[in-house]
């Protein structure tokens, strides 16, 4: 009974392509194809496919039926031949499917599908790895005559125009070799350089008679701070500044008598420390020269370092790891509250890719592959990751090309298109 049902369906499907124009003569040419994966239009799918759920594929009077199995098993192509409305043992047609995969590469991934008869059916000898995505080569031979398709099956991929990714900020980048860092994050605060930090006071007392800079100033080395009047030689004297830097105390005025208090301080702010607290428990894992990472606390600004110094504190458990801050940008200001990353540890990795690369789909991690204006989403493995980069253990390739910032719009635009897993 399934058999005649079978053969009904196939009669009425071979006859409707036929009056679509099937051309039954000529082997050579591209038979018509059914795409079911159509993004634009899901209303027509149920009617080209087969009685197996598969993608028809006809030409003349010779129908295949392709579709994925995997309900229970490992995806992989079966075929269902038939010619005139009846089904072909599966022994009587020898059958090729080529699939050419965007990897991110300039020419894509060959995966090449070879079949064996297995009852009703031919199978598929390999596994049909996710994404089920790809533009597909079907050759198929019976009596002598040989058959050809092409066709696209594109699956959790989207088009861009490359005008519309640049106005999104859509990176690219490659797949490359990196390295991983193992951090230990501490928190601190940016606080003066003491070592350049100078208090000046007259070197003779006297009378101040001038003064000609204000707290905030900034100085140069040598340049006239203040004039006094000695009391002892009545001569007057510049007081002069030791370094050059800004003025942040001010402690005299004219006709005060300058005796031995500090007259001005002044700071030189090209280099801070930022003072990093340690708990015990970590004070074994850091050593001097460590790489370290500062980033203020509200974002404004990021540097490179390594540790300067460790010491213990006297007045609790944590010590203080120093980093000593280039600042001749200016980009830092002392008392601003800092995170940190110090790197304790390195490892090499095959493959890495930025974090920021990454995203999550149907409870894989993906990263997009790139070719041209097409973005396919390509599930991966991941290892070790840091702030900056993740290990990927497989599913990409070194080398390949892929968005690298912005990756959340992609995968955006693909759930948005309705490019679903659907066979």
Same mark, same amino acid.
């Given at each position: 009974?399934?058999?005649?049902?079978?053969?009904?369906?196939?009669?009425?499907?071979?006859?409707?392509?036929?009056?679509?124009?099937?051309?039954?003569?000529?082997? $050579?040419?591209?038979?018509?194809?059914?795409?079911?994966?159509?993004?634009?239009?899901?209303?027509?799918?149920?009617?080209?496919?087969?009685?197996?759920?598969?993608?028809?594929?006809?030409?003349?009077?010779?129908?295949?039926?392709?579709?994925?199995?995997?309900?229970?098993?490992?995806?992989?192509?079966?075929?269902?031949?038939?010619?005139?409305?009846?089904?072909?043992?599966?022994?009587?047609?020898?059958?090729?499917?080529?699939?050419?995969?965007?990897?991110?590469?300039?020419?894509?991934?060959?995966?090449?599908?070879?079949?064996?008869?297995?009852?009703?059916?031919?199978?598929?000898?390999?596994?049909?790895?996710?994404?089920?995505?790809?533009?597909?080569?079907?050759?198929?031979?019976?009596?002598?005559?040989?058959?050809?398709?092409?066709?696209?099956?594109?699956?959790?991929?989207?088009?861009?125009?490359?005008?519309?990714?640049?106005? $999104?900020?859509?990176?690219?980048?490659?797949?490359?070799?990196?390295?991983?860092?193992?951090?230990?994050?501490?928190?601190?605060?940016?606080?003066?350089?003491?070592?350049?930090?100078?208090?000046?006071?007259?070197?003779?007392?006297?009378?101040?008679?001038?003064?000609?800079?204000?707290?905030?100033?900034?100085?140069?080395?040598?340049?006239?701070?203040?004039?006094?009047?000695?009391?002892?030689?009545?001569?007057?004297?510049?007081?002069?500044?030791?370094?050059?830097?800004?003025?942040?105390?001010?402690?005299?005025?004219?006709?005060?008598?300058?005796?031995?208090?500090?007259?001005?301080?002044?700071?030189? $702010?090209?280099?801070?420390?930022?003072?990093?607290?340690?708990?015990?428990?970590?004070?074994?894992?850091?050593?001097?020269?460590?790489?370290?990472?500062?980033?203020?606390?509200?974002?404004?600004?990021?540097?490179?370092?390594?540790?300067?110094?460790?010491?213990?504190?006297?007045?609790?458990?944590?010590?203080?790891?120093?980093?000593?801050?280039?600042?001749?940008?200016?980009?830092?200001?002392?008392?601003?509250?800092?995170?940190?990353?110090?790197?304790?540890?390195?490892?090499?990795?095959?493959?890495?890719?930025?974090?920021?690369?990454?995203?999550?789909?149907?409870?894989?991690?993906?990263?997009?592959?790139?070719?041209?204006?097409?973005?396919?989403?390509?599930?991966?493995?991941?290892?070790?990751?840091?702030?900056?980069?993740?290990?990927?253990?497989?599913?990409?390739?070194?080398?390949?090309?892929?968005?690298?910032?912005?990756?959340?719009?992609?995968?955006?635009?693909?759930?948005?298109?309705?490019?679903?897993?659907?066979?």
């Amino acid at each position: 009974m399934n058999h005649i049902r079978y053969s009904l369906i196939l009669v009425a499907l071979v006859l409707a392509l036929s009056a679509c124009g099937g051309d039954s003569g000529s082997h $050579s040419d591209h038979g018509h194809v059914h795409d079911d994966h159509a993004h634009d239009d899901h209303a027509h799918a149920e009617a080209d496919r087969g009685p197996h759920g598969g993608r028809l594929l006809s030409q003349g009077n010779f129908v295949l039926e392709l579709t994925i199995f995997e309900t229970g098993t490992e995806p992989h192509f079966r075929a269902y031949p038939s010619l005139d409305g009846k089904a072909l043992p599966s022994d009587q047609v020898e059958l090729r499917v080529d699939l050419r995969r965007i990897n991110g590469l300039p020419d894509g991934q060959l995966d090449p599908q070879e079949f064996s008869p297995e009852g009703a059916y031919l199978r598929g000898r390999s596994v049909v790895v996710e994404p089920h995505s790809y533009t597909a080569r079907v050759r198929a031979t019976h009596a002598g005559k040989t058959y050809e398709w092409n066709f696209d099956s594109p699956e959790d991929q989207v088009q861009i125009e490359a005008s519309m990714a640049r106005s $999104s900020d859509v990176e690219t980048g490659s797949a490359i070799a990196g390295t991983i860092r193992e951090t230990l994050t501490l928190t601190g605060r940016t606080e003066p350089n003491a070592e350049r930090v100078r208090v000046v006071r007259a070197r003779y007392p006297g009378t101040v008679k001038s003064v000609s800079v204000e707290t905030g100033d900034t100085v140069t080395a040598g340049q006239t701070l203040a004039r006094i009047e000695s009391d002892d030689s009545l001569q007057t004297y510049a007081v002069t500044a030791p370094i050059g830097g800004t003025i942040i105390k001010r402690s005299t005025n004219p006709g005060e008598s300058s005796g031995t208090d500090a007259l001005f301080e002044i700071i030189d $702010s090209r280099t801070l420390w930022a003072n990093l607290a340690a708990f015990p428990s970590d004070r074994n894992k850091l050593k001097l020269g460590q790489s370290v990472v500062v980033i203020a606390a509200d974002g404004s600004a990021k540097t490179q370092g390594k540790i300067a110094l460790i010491s213990s504190s006297v007045t609790g458990p944590t010590s203080t790891v120093r980093v000593v801050i280039d600042n001749k940008d200016a980009r830092w200001t002392p008392g601003q509250f800092l995170n940190a990353e110090v790197t304790i540890n390195e490892k090499p990795a095959a493959i890495t890719v930025p974090v920021a690369a990454l995203q999550r789909m149907r409870g894989n991690d993906v990263v997009f592959l790139v070719d041209g204006d097409r973005y396919q989403a390509q599930p991966v493995k991941i290892g070790r990751r840091d702030s900056e980069r993740v290990e990927i253990l497989s599913g990409l390739s070194l080398g390949a090309r892929i968005v690298t910032n912005n990756s959340f719009l992609i995968k955006a635009d693909i759930e948005k298109s309705g490019a679903a897993h659907d066979h």
